[in-house]
């Protein structure tokens, strides 16, 4: 039997117990002295008070699991989870991009979303399908609809073809634009040098050409074979 069912039957026995109660007082008011009526009126007290308990700690347990079902229809329908993720995405016939994460959260609504919660590392190629550049981050999330990727905590983009790597806590990707931009503070670490970047970047998804802003100092790394 559903907790519905029985916390209608309840109720039913509920208002019969009450009745029956009141009947029986009205009857005895004729015959029994008052103190007789009273105690039975508080001998049958408590049974109501205990079956008017079980009938409201049923309705609770009723009104908690609608609302679990409820809350699970709406993940169920709006939340995919996949682990293990990887997504290519080709130009022309070509591929060009490769995303690779652990785990995916892929909303439905209000906007379009993918969610990557433990990470992801986004590999870029030319058209020899060749390594150009890499993307990693501990956090990320693409909207597919704007075709916008935001990636957070420990950013890295590597770039094969100059050597060199960008750091930073934030960045954003703009796919139809081929382009990868960022306002927070920036570390380029190249062959020879440390440059640091206050207001950000902007640059080609593939990291050949980019123009930092902001620049404040830079750092010359020492060969140590030199000495």
Same mark, same amino acid.
């Given at each position: 039997?559903?907790?519905?069912?029985?916390?209608?039957?309840?109720?039913?026995?509920?208002?019969?117990?009450?009745?029956?109660?009141?009947?029986?007082?009205?009857?005895?008011?004729?015959?029994?002295?008052?103190? !007789?009526?009273?105690?039975?009126?508080?001998?049958? +007290?408590?049974? =109501? %008070?205990? *079956?008017? &308990?079980? #009938? !409201?700690?049923?309705?609770?347990?009723?009104?908690? +699991?609608?609302? =679990? %079902?409820? *809350?699970? &229809?709406? #993940?169920?329908?709006?939340?995919?989870?996949?682990?293990?993720?990887?997504? =290519?995405?080709?130009?022309?016939?070509? #591929?060009?991009?490769?995303?690779?994460?652990?785990?995916?959260?892929?909303?439905?609504?209000?906007?379009?979303?993918?969610?990557?919660?433990?990470?992801?590392?986004?590999?870029?190629?030319?058209?020899?399908?060749?390594?150009?550049?890499?993307?990693?981050?501990?956090?990320?999330?693409?909207?597919?609809?704007?075709?916008?990727?935001?990636?957070?905590?420990?950013?890295?983009?590597?770039?094969?073809?100059?050597?060199?790597?960008?750091?930073?806590?934030?960045?954003?990707?703009?796919?139809?634009?081929?382009?990868?931009?960022?306002?927070?503070?920036?570390?380029?670490?190249?062959?020879?040098?440390?440059?640091?970047?206050?207001?950000?970047?902007?640059?080609?998804?593939?990291?050949?050409?980019?123009?930092?802003?902001?620049?404040?100092?830079?750092?010359?790394?020492?060969?140590?074979?030199?000495?």
């Amino acid at each position: 039997m559903e907790i519905a069912q029985l916390v209608l039957l309840l109720r039913r026995l509920l208002v019969a117990y009450m009745l029956s109660v009141f009947n029986k007082i009205l009857s005895l008011l004729k015959k029994s002295p008052f103190y !007789i009526v009273s105690l039975i009126y508080r001998r049958h +007290l408590y049974g =109501v %008070a205990a *079956l008017l &308990a079980v #009938v !409201i700690f049923l309705s609770a347990c009723e009104n908690d +699991l609608k609302k =679990v %079902a409820e *809350l699970s &229809a709406q #993940v169920d329908t709006n939340l995919e989870v996949t682990h293990q993720v990887e997504l =290519v995405y080709s130009d022309q016939g070509k #591929v060009r991009v490769k995303i690779e994460a652990p785990l995916v959260h892929s909303y439905k609504q209000p906007d379009i979303r993918q969610e990557f919660p433990k990470g992801v590392k986004v590999t870029f190629f030319n058209d020899s399908l060749k390594v150009i550049s890499v993307l990693t981050s501990k956090y990320a999330v693409r909207y597919v609809q704007k075709q916008q990727t935001i990636v957070r905590d420990s950013v890295q983009v590597k770039s094969m073809l100059k050597n060199e790597t960008l750091q930073t806590e934030e960045m954003l990707w703009d796919e139809r634009k081929h382009q990868i931009t960022s306002d927070k503070f920036v570390t380029v670490l190249t062959e020879t040098q440390q440059i640091f970047a206050q207001k950000g970047f902007e640059s080609n998804e593939n990291f050949t050409d980019y123009k930092l802003k902001g620049v404040q100092n830079s750092r010359f790394k020492v060969n140590k074979n030199e000495f």
